[in-house]
């Protein structure tokens, strides 16, 4: 090709087509695992986080447990739910996430939905990432018998 400048608005042109076909691909596929910074791929076929923090105990029977990883920039929208795209029951086995239990399929009235339930879906609202923050305000708050650490 002799004209240079047209030469690189073609390879731009190109480049940028095969960014469109990539995004297209992830589109379709719905699920990006290469998104997250953390994730590394370890082995052909399986995909998982590294281990960021030890779980922390629990205090008592049914509390959601902590969040044992960094949540930043994870969004939940209508349309997209970075939670459930490691943790949702489609994806667990590839991303090594334990899977939501099935507790988060029971919508209001103790029916069984054959996906996380409204009242389940904004995963924050009962999860939340740990930390060993000294207490805002003192209490006198024990453990539930056997658990805690
Ligand atoms: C990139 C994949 C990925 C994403 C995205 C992700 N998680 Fe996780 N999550 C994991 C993995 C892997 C573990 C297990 C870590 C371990 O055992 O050390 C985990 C552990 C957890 C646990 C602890 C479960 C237990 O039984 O103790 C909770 C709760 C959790 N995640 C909630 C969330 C929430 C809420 C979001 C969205 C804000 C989220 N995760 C997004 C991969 C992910
Ligand atoms: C209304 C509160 C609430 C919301 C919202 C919620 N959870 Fe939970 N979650 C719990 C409770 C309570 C438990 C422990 C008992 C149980 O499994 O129901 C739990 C357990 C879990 C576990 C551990 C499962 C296991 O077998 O040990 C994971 C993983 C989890 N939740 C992920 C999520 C994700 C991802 C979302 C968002 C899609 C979410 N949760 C939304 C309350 C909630």
């Given at each position: 090709m002799k004209n240079p400048v047209l030469k690189k608005t073609l390879s731009r042109w190109v480049a940028s087509m095969a960014f469109v076909v990539s995004s297209l691909v992830w589109a379709a596929n719905?699920?990006?695992?290469?998104?997250?910074?953390?994730?590394?791929?370890?082995?052909?076929?399986s995909i998982h986080i590294p281990k960021e923090q030890e779980k922390m105990a629990l205090?008592?029977?049914?509390?959601p447990p902590m969040i044992p990883h960094s949540v930043e920039g994870y969004q939940i929208t209508t349309n997209t739910n970075r939670c459930l795209q490691c943790h949702g029951v489609e994806n667990y086995r590839t991303t090594g996430a334990p899977r939501v239990s099935p507790?988060?399929?029971?919508d209001a009235t103790g029916k069984v939905l054959g996906e996380v339930a409204p009242n389940r879906y904004f995963c924050l609202q009962c999860h939340v990432p740990q930390s060993d923050a000294a207490p805002i305000i003192e209490n006198t708050f024990t453990p539930s018998k056997g658990f805690g650490k």
């Open positions: 719905g699920v990006d695992l290469n998104q997250s910074p953390e994730v590394s791929s370890a082995s052909e076929g205090n008592y029977v049914n509390q507790t988060h399929f029971m």
